[in-house]
């Protein structure tokens, strides 16, 4: 299993951005799938989750202005997390972590992306 994730960049304060998770390979469902961030010199903090009901975990600094999405009609095993009304604080490493139950399997195994780069000029 292979997560990528992409839609990193360099936007101003006050402006938008929109990541996206793509997951491949082998299994059988997703369980959940989660964006987390981390700044430099800091630990790696959970942003928005989704799970396989839709239902949606956003960290306290986020709420209201980033949100994560899950089109399975159409687009598949792809989650996106927009991001508006983004601050200064808001950059760090984006990394998508994703819960993957393996076909046949009751356990799932956890897999995690590359990093996609996010900074906020002020």
């Known amino acids: 299993v292979q997560l990528q994730a992409s839609g990193g960049g360099l936007v101003q304060v006050g402006g938008s951005l929109r990541l996206a998770c793509a997951a491949s390979?082998?299994?059988?469902?997703?369980?959940?799938i989660a964006w987390y961030r981390q700044a430099p010199g800091k630990q790696r903090d959970l942003v928005a989750s989704?799970?396989?009901?839709?239902?949606?975990?956003?960290a306290d600094s986020v709420k209201g202005r980033f949100t994560i999405v899950r089109d399975i009609v159409n687009r598949g095993n792809t989650v996106d997390l927009q991001m508006n009304s983004l601050k200064p604080e808001d950059t760090a490493v984006y990394f998508c972590?994703?819960?993957?139950?393996?076909?046949?399997?009751?356990?799932?195994?956890?897999?995690w992306g590359q990093g996609t780069q996010v900074t906020v000029s002020s």
């Open positions: 989704i799970n396989s009901g839709g239902g949606t975990n956003y």
């Open positions: 390979g082998m299994f059988f469902s997703i369980h959940d």
């Open positions: 972590r994703a819960d993957v139950f393996p076909p046949g399997e009751i356990l799932y195994n956890t897999y």
